[in-house]
Structures are given as structure tokens and as C-alpha cells.
């Protein structure tokens, strides 16, 4: 019987073991990976968009403006201004998220002040805007799927999302339009245009990171009505269904399901 208990002792002991040792892993990975991401984004900031006035979205966008109406650096003022929406994600989102976001922000502005000084890596405006754009999407894309974010403005668009009816993505959109409207008055409208591109290549990369190239869906749909909706679903998507017979667990009924898979680029 002593020799059972200790048995199961020895095994809780062990699963215990087990697991802060897999959350350890869990952590150390999520570190790097955000590291890499926020490190990703102050190189795309500093050696391709900033010296050559091109704009991020967001809060980082905002302190490029100031930045270059002032002398303040730009990797200060994007910390200062991150902390209060910091704050409310701690409070509204979770601790781990705000965490990661705060760690993000943090290696991301030291990588701008380390990276100050140096000449952009192109003066070539389109290429600044598209390698700048690309570079941008991997290291957000890169913190976003590992449980952070870069930009305050990521922060409320997800809080102000469950309170109304527009999308993340949306809310994100008219935030950025208002900044790009600003800096084609403080800078020109040249530069606004090539943020505003340098934004859709981020968008699309960003996508891409978190979602991979392929994104592939698909939906069972099981009614009555399923020529009426499958008829609805080739017509107004263009998307392809197959039809398949579905037998109730509890009425024994035979039904029609409709089958719809497509993939998204």
C-alpha cells in the first residue's frame, strides 16, 4: 500500500514537474518569437521609413510626426505614448497579453534609438515604402500571433470591437486614415500616399503571417432548405457545395446537408 502511494506521489510529483516545464518552454518561446518581431519592426521603422518621411499607422505614426516636428527621439516618445493604452489592456484584455504588448513595445523602441543614427538602407521611395511595408507586417504579423501587439491603437480597436459593430481591422482603417490625412498636411501629400501604401503591404503581410498563405474554410450547413441555400452560396460566393445525406442522433431523420469549402488568398 506504501509502495502505491508513493508510486502516485512520485507520478504528481513528476506531471507537476512536467508541466512548468512545458509553460517554461511556452514562455521562452513566446519571448524570442516577440523579439524577433519587435526587433523586425524597429529595423523596418528606422533603416527604410523614417528618414525618408514615410508613416506606420497608429501610435507609432504619431510619434514619427512629432518626432520630426521635435527633437524628441522616436523610440522615447513611442513608449510614452503606448503606456497608458498599456494600461488598458491590462485591465480590459488580460495580463498576458498586456505583458507581451509592454515587452513588445519595449524592444521595439530600444531598436529605434539603437538604430537612430544610421542611414536608411534605400532614399528610393518606392523601395523604402515596399520593403519597409514587408518588413513591418513580419515583425507585427510575428508578435500578433504569439499573443502581443506593437500599437496602442491594436489595443482599443480590439476593446472598442466588442462594443460596437465594426471589425477590428475597420476601426484600425479610420484610425490610420485620420494619421495619414494629418502627415499629408504636416509633411506632404507625396508621403502620405507612400505611407498609406506602406500600410496595405503591412495589412496584407500581417495577414498572411497570422493566417498563413492559404487560408482555407469550409462549413457544414444542415436545413431543410438546403437547394435554397446552396443555390444562394454558388450564386452570390461562387463557392462550390456538395450535398450529403445527415441522419439525426435523436430523430433517426434524414436530412440534406450542404458542404461549402473555398480558400481564401
Given at each position: ?57 497608429g501610435i ?45 513595445i519595449a ?159
Open positions: 500500500m506504501q509502495s502505491a502511494d508513493a508510486t502516485l506521489e512520485e507520478k504528481v510529483v513528476h506531471d507537476v514537474f512536467q508541466k512548468r516545464r512545458n509553460k517554461t518552454k511556452w514562455l521562452i518561446y513566446k519571448i524570442l518569437m516577440i523579439t524577433l518581431g519587435a526587433i523586425l519592426m524597429g529595423v523596418g521603422l528606422e533603416l527604410f521609413l523614417v528618414n525618408n518621411r514615410i508613416l506606420d499607422g507609432v505614426g504619431i510619434s514619427i510626426i512629432i518626432s520630426q516636428l521635435t527633437p524628441a527621439p522616436l523610440g522615447v516618445l513611442t513608449f510614452v505614448l503606448n503606456i497608458p493604452f498599456f494600461i488598458i489592456g491590462y485591465r480590459k484584455i488580460g495580463k498576458h497579453f498586456a505583458l507581451f504588448t509592454l515587452y513588445g524592444v521595439m523602441s530600444a531598436v529605434t534609438l539603437i538604430l537612430h543614427d544610421f542611414e536608411p538602407v534605400t532614399d528610393d521611395l518606392l523601395l523604402a515604402t515596399v520593403f519597409g511595408g514587408v518588413t513591418l507586417g513580419l515583425g507585427v504579423g510575428i508578435v500578433i500571433r504569439n499573443g502581443g501587439a506593437l500599437d496602442g491603437t491594436e489595443i482599443v480597436s480590439i476593446i472598442i470591437n466588442g462594443k460596437s459593430p465594426f471589425s477590428t481591422g475597420q476601426i484600425i482603417m479610420a484610425i490610420n486614415i485620420v494619421i495619414f490625412l494629418i502627415a499629408g498636411l504636416v509633411f506632404n501629400w507625396d508621403r502620405a500616399m507612400y505611407s498609406l501604401i506602406t500600410y496595405f503591404l503591412a495589412y496584407k503581410v500581417i495577414d498572411i503571417v497570422i493566417s498563413g498563405l492559404d487560408e482555407s474554410k469550409s462549413a457544414f450547413i444542415i436545413s431543410h432548405h438546403h437547394k435554397k441555400i446552396g443555390n444562394e452560396i454558388i450564386e452570390q460566393l461562387g463557392k462550390g457545395v456538395t450535398y450529403i445525406d445527415a441522419t439525426g442522433g435523436y430523430s433517426g431523420d434524414i436530412k440534406k446537408s450542404d458542404f461549402c469549402y473555398y480558400i481564401s488568398f
